[in-house]
């Protein structure tokens, strides 16, 4: 029988009232009704669907309580990647940051700068997309570029609006946000968990994780979850502002939760003074929090600016004083890692700090070890900053029983008595083995394949250590020799979990210049400047071939890492491993080389576009600048050379004639260039 139209408009209807309840409740923290109206309501539209299961819609008030359980989750690829933000521990840090962003801006120290301010929330970074207003998907951050797909779970959180209100968002809409627990609702999981004799977490951040992380989506509706957005990632069709925090306040009309102790704050001294506000507020607030973030407000200004690695340049975390806690150095151990630094590990006697259980520190180097002073049975201050690795902060001396020794460098390396060498002028002392040394050697293959250089999933640490130890991986070309059978020998294996792993060597040999030059493990080579010299040379043959100064031509590239790449590339055994990776099928797309040199007509010229030209788009116009060796910024100042202004052109061009800057059309420019 079918449903009439005055039932479907009845449970409309009753929706509708039933998400702007929640807006007011959950968003605007500005209840109209009382809860006894609000779950009258709900009882209603529950019961209308019950009548008539065709009414009932994935993006339902009632379709809170998820799916049945999953035996797995799935993996989402981030269109775009979720980032990690650079830490700042101190004021002086956060002004070295500030002061950064104006030089990369080209803006003085007097100029006006607007960060948009907002606590840094302890929980779990979630990935929320929208098509036409409706949740499709909810995803972790996991590294970045893929997350787990938990979207039965974060329909069970009542703070997530399955479907978006109000009008103008855009069609794809991909919203970034902190779920978390509550402390009240933390502390109230917790007393349940233990008069019912169960497990109790350890703080909310792990909770929020926990909770976000359960198979059964039932068992996350159990818990008091709640979420703030923070972010936008992909938004396409439709328009958005052009400023951060007015993005964030559109979000919340529609319908997504944001923290009400966001800010917008002038230059470094707004920062400082929010900071200190939230600190003086920590304990009041309804939520944890380890930090404040402070993100540059314009997003013109931060297209400037840009990333570097994972991290953009435009935003920053500014951590709270460290945790610290007091215990006992039960020994202290000298690891060896995959370029051969030798680094002292204190064992303690285990203490809780920050949330979790330490039970090792680092202590960077011999001559930070020296600095500090540690010995064996020493009571030191161990502190823990979020997520950095816990470090002994310092010994108390009055503690220090007596017959204690100084620690000293091993002459020998501990896990294959070769030399221990310490060049001068380096802090860090190193097995001088390579990749002879067994632990080098194993360090260097876990890093060829982690994600972020081959990515061979299901390759974990203890297969490496199993392959290295019987001498079955010498060189990452080893990997792509093993078979199958062999695999499925070796301890905790199976055939499935053997040809699972062989389906992910196969899809590593196809990757990028840039995660192949990463994953050779050059010391000082990191992923950005993998990237730089991957873009700027566009072939590995070009790269082996580049001289010192060549390297140095490169963005991001000094005197230290050009001698690195180099000395790596003359290497005849990182040839010949290299060549067998290639024979072995490793592949990458290749390009031209970037040129960009003091040959470019406009070398040493810096440009500002503005407004609407007639025949290219502005990023046209900055890629013609930058191929011809000019400079494209985005603010004009007193080291402007060219305004280049088309229809619209605004405050800038108003800048640049009182500057007395010299302004071009779109013709002028071409015919600049063709000079």
Sequence with gaps: MSVSIATRKKAESLRDQIRHHNHRYHVLDDPEIPDAEYDRLLRELVALEAEHAELVSADSPTQRVGDTPLSAFGTVQHELPMLSLGNAFSEDELRDFHRRVLD????????????????????????????????????????????????????????????????????????????????????????????????????PRNAAAGSLRQLDPKLTAERPLDMYAYSIGVAAGGHLPTRHSE????????????????????????????????????????????????????????AELGFVSRAPRW???????????????????????????VTPVARLKPVFVGGVTVSNATLHNIEELHRKDVRIGDTVIVRRAGDVIPEVASVILDRRPKGTRRIQLPKNCPVCNSHVVREEGEAVARCTAG????????E??????????????????????????????????????????????????GKKSADN?????????????????????????????AASIAAHFGSLDNVVAATEQDLQSVRDVGPVVATRVKSFFAEAHNLEVIARLREYG?????????????????????FVITGTLPTM????????????????????????????????????LSKAEKLKVAILDEAALLDLISR
């Design 501 to 529: 792993l062989m389906r992910s060597i196969q899809a590593s040999k196809s990757t990028t210049l840039a995660r192949f030059l990463f994953a050779l493990g050059i010391r000082e080579v990191g992923e950005a400047t």
């Design 444 to 493: 260097a293959l876990k890093h060829f394949v982690s994600r972020r250089a081959l990515d061979i999933e299901g390759f974990g640490a203890k297969l490496v250590e199993q392959l290295v130890a019987t001498d079955r991986l010498k060189t990452p070309a080893d990997i792509f020799q093993l078979s199958s059978g062999e695999l499925a020998e070796l301890d905790r294996m």
């Design 247 to 302: 993005i964030i306040d559109r979000l919340r009309d529609w319908g997504i939760k944001v923290c009400p102790e966001r800010c917008v704050v002038n230059g470094v001294e707004g920062c400082l003074a929010f900071y200190r506000s939230m600190g003086e507020r920590r304990n009041e607030l309804s939520y944890e929090m380890d930090g404040v973030v402070y993100k540059v407000d314009s997003l013109q200004m931060q």
């Design 617 to 652: 788009t502005r990023d046209a116009a900055k890629d013609l600048i930058q191929s011809a060796a000019g400079k494209v910024t985005s603010s004009i100042s007193a080291k402007t050379d060219y305004l280049v202004a088309g229809e619209k052109a605004g405050s800038k």
């Design 315 to 341: 935003a920053i975390a500014h951590k709270f004083p460290a945790q610290e806690e007091l215990t006992v150095v039960e020994d202290v151990e000298f690891q060896v890692g995959r370029t051969g630094a």
């Design 104 to 203: 990369r801006l080209e803006l003085d120290d007097q100029a006006e700068l607007i960060y948009a301010a907002e606590p840094k929330l302890d929980g779990a970074a979630v990935s929320l997309m929208y098509e036409n207003g409706v949740l499709a998907r909810g995803a972790t951050r996991g590294d970045g570029t893929k997350g787990e797909d938990i979207t039965h779970n974060v329909r069970t959180i009542e703070a997530v609006p399955l479907r978006l209100i109000g009008k103008g968002y855009p069609a794809r809409l991909e919203v970034r946000g902190e779920v978390f627990m509550p402390k009240a609702g933390f502390e109230a999981y917790n007393a349940k968990a233990r008069a019912a004799g169960e497990k109790t977490f350890v703080n």
């Design 586 to 606: 490793v592949v990458w797309p290749e390009s031209d080389p970037i040129e960009a040199t003091e040959d470019g007509v406009l070398f040493g010229k810096t």
């Design 435 to 442: 990749v002879f040394c067994a632990a080098q050697r194993t």
